[in-house]
């Protein structure tokens, strides 16, 4: 039975994101299982990003920090489209 279970917020983004975060879950559940610690990861992914802002005009939703709050780590992919400003992805 493991000892510790760590919750995960994952936020993959946009493009590049996508593919990178499922690929660092593999990597972290194959550390876990290794651990001497006996622990274990559940995960919760947020669909959060630039194609979230284009359809809902925000980047996350207004409690969204509080949501993460939760968490014991956040795994963030890449966030960024070309057709979306900086300074509204970067907020």
């Known amino acids: ?3 510790k ?3 995960i917020a994952l936020i993959p983004g946009d493009g590049i994101g996508k593919e990178v ?4 879950v593999k990597v ?3 550390a876990a299982r290794a651990s001497e610690e006996r622990l ?7 669909d959060w990003g630039c194609e979230h802002y ?3 005009r925000q980047m996350m939703p207004e409690d969204g920090l ?16 070309r057709s ?4 509204v992805s970067l907020r």
């Open 1 to 3: 039975m493991p000892s």
């Open 5 to 7: 279970n760590y919750r």
């Open 21 to 24: 975060i499922p690929a660092a």
């Open 28 to 30: 972290l559940n194959a």
């Open 40 to 46: 274990s990861l559940s995960f919760r992914e947020f």
């Open 54 to 56: 284009l359809s809902t």
């Open 66 to 81: 509080e949501q993460l709050r939760a968490f014991d780590a956040i795994l963030l992919g890449a966030i960024g489209l």
């Open 84 to 87: 979306v400003p900086d300074h």
